[in-house]
């Protein structure tokens, strides 16, 4: 009988096999990855990150379960929430400030369900863009 987490859609059996062959997702060791990465993060005094287990699995998945990897993805991901916190609020992209990055960038986006976007700017003078340009923005 397969054990599902609650909150989280179980997969196809065609999407285990993906998840399995692409991620190294191995369904009866998941449970035991959710549980140390959760354990590591509570042991973390700098973190206050969410320890559910649908936000976890994104982590984990996109880490391809290499759990240390893992880890220093949620910390890398939780220093850039408090360094700058402008790239995860207001988000709304009809907003002037984004519009005018947006129209003096050009984005690019890899594979069609990637979500990694690079943006390479079209004039070398960034203050015109609405980004602070101290050294503590820069990573």
């Not at 998945?61 to 993805?73: A, I, Q, V, Y």
């Not at 995860?88 to 129209?103: G, I, K, V, Y």
């Not at 960038?105 to 980004?131: E, H, K």
């Amino acid at each position: 009988m397969k054990r599902c987490i609650p909150g989280i859609r179980p997969l196809s059996p065609k999407l285990e096999a993906a998840a399995r062959n692409n991620v190294n997702e191995v369904p009866e060791r998941r449970q035991e990855d959710l549980a140390h990465i959760r354990e590591w993060i509570l042991t973390q005094p700098h973190l206050r990150a969410r320890t559910d287990d649908a936000f976890l699995l994104i982590f984990l998945r996109g880490c391809k379960f290499n759990l240390e990897k893992t880890k220093e993805k949620i910390d890398d991901y939780y220093t850039y929430r408090t360094a700058l916190p402008e790239f995860f609020s207001n988000r709304d992209p009809l907003l002037p400030e984004l519009q005018t990055l947006l129209n003096t960038a050009y984005v690019y986006q890899s594979g069609a369900r990637t979500v990694t976007t690079c943006l390479r700017t079209r004039f070398p003078n960034l203050t015109r863009l609405p980004l602070r340009t101290d050294k503590s923005s820069v990573l």
